[in-house]
């Protein structure tokens, strides 16, 4: 396999995220939603540009190769707002219900990263960083999940789909990890 044509396949799913991502955000027509995106992304710009500050234009370009940093963070920036907690669950109060399921199964993501990682040996933390296809991947298949949850309870996401989506982000992550890196390490 030529190495064009493998850089495109890899970097394909960032490119799908990104573009899911703003049609989701375009598609709610929620000001909060987008707001918090933009917040996001000078967020992740300036961290980026304080861990990277000799490389010039890093703050323009990382946001794009990391983009479920940038949507993270876009989601917890928009829960901080809009959280509603019951005892079905959670929502966003205010955001439409599939900006709500993205936005939720981004929060998830990382909240199960940040708690499960060092029960994993890191793992997870590992191939957040290594391996952006992987996660945007995995991210997409979250949002899926969440999106049947919360359409069960009427725009709720119910207590055991929080449980679930967040431990099944890093368990997917590091076993993906696993057995992705030494066939790519082997092919590409």
Do not use: K, N
């Amino acid at each position: 396999m030529s190495p064009d044509i493998s850089s495109l396949l890899l970097l394909a799913p960032l490119a799908l995220y990104v573009l899911h991502a703003l049609w989701r955000l375009i598609a709610s027509d929620s000001l909060p939603a987008v707001l918090a995106f933009i917040g996001a992304y000078f967020i992740c710009a300036i961290l980026f540009r304080l861990t990277l500050p000799t490389l010039a234009v890093v703050p323009v370009w990382l946001p794009f190769l990391y983009p479920y940093a940038w949507t993270g963070i876009a989601a917890l920036l928009l829960a901080c707002g809009t959280l509603q907690v019951g005892r079905a669950g959670i929502r966003l109060q205010g955001v439409p219900p599939l900006m709500t399921a993205y936005a939720l199964s981004q929060l998830c993501l990382h909240l199960g990263l940040v708690t499960l990682s060092t029960v994993l040996a890191d793992r997870p933390l590992q191939a957040y960083a290594m391996l952006p296809p992987l996660v945007a991947a995995g991210g997409y298949l979250l949002y899926r999940l969440c999106l049947w949850f919360s359409q069960q309870q009427q725009g709720w996401l119910s207590w055991p789909g929080v449980i679930m989506t967040a431990v099944a982000a890093p368990l997917l992550l590091g076993w993906a990890a696993e057995l992705l890196v030494p066939l790519l390490l082997r092919y590409v």
